[in-house]
């Protein structure tokens, strides 16, 4: 007897599903819903490296030239630092560059609810 | 009273990416067992076909965001699901001497099984028969119904040509099916 195609199509669909093996399930939720939160985040791990190389260099010029070149080389970035912000035009740059952060974060338009999510938790991982 | 209503696929989706892991895990629940069910027809390996289930859900987990409002999820992770299940066929160098014939294998296989079994078996058995494009076609119909759109969509092909491998499929199917009651009897 030869099936027409609606008891064919009957067939396919009464036929269950395959048996997954077990573990499965909990297997996926834990490397996805259920995964364990990283000890450190990325901005955690650069800042604990930039922290790190800073370190290293300060001991380096410590050992290598002694107490006078760790001073001189402090007393260099301390002069330029103080140059950069005494400088009335780079202030004035800086401080315009920050009123217009501030003022356009207050116009944003609405973001994609997966974008806002994401920075959210990005910012609450922080 | 009210019976509250289950969430739907999106608004599960929107919620898992406004940091509730939990959606997601509802998810998984609605349709690890499906898609583990084509990932084993179309590989035949119960290891395989776990591995490719789970990979599947940890890339859709990983890209959940690039998933598109008003999409269907099921549609979504059947199409991760099938890549995943491709990749895996094309590593293993079977894939391309599965997809070329356009017909039944002929020799003796799932056919000679199937005596003696019942009627979803026999099914089974004869859908296990087909060429790899007709199985997944199948399989899919099975899994998603006459959403012949979804089923374009999940294996990447136009609509006319699901709806050809469909009806080739059935009549392959038919074929064998009547083959095995000559057989039996």
Known sequence: ?126 | MAVKALPEDGELVAMTLRGNPESFATLVERYDRAVYHLAYRTLHDVEEARDATQEAFFKAFRSLRTFKTGAKFSTWIFAIAYHACCDRLNRRKHYVSDEMPDRADSGPGPEQQAIALDEASRLRCAIDALPEKYRTVITLFHLQGKQYEEIATVLGLPMGTVKTHLFRAKEQLRRLLSGMEVTES
Do not use: C
């Not at chain 1, 048996?19 to 259920?34: D, F, K, M, V």
């Not at chain 1, 994609?112 to 910012?123: T, V, W």
């Open chain 1, 1 to 126: 007897m030869k099936m027409d195609d609606s008891e064919l199509e009957r067939a396919i669909f009464a036929l269950p599903l395959e048996e997954p093996p077990t573990g499965l399930r909990s297997s996926i939720l834990l490397a996805t819903a259920y995964r364990p939160a990283p000890v450190f985040s990325l901005w955690d791990l650069a800042a604990l490296g930039a922290s790190g190389a800073i370190a290293i260099w300060l001991v380096a010029l410590l050992v290598l030239g002694g107490g006078s070149l760790f001073v001189h080389t402090l007393g260099l970035i301390g002069s330029f630092a103080s140059r950069f912000f005494s400088n009335a035009t780079t202030l004035a740059w800086l401080a315009a560059g920050g009123a217009t952060a501030i003022w356009l974060s207050l116009f944003t338009a609405p973001q994609p609810a997966g974008l806002l999510s994401y920075r959210s938790r990005r910012r609450a991982g922080r």
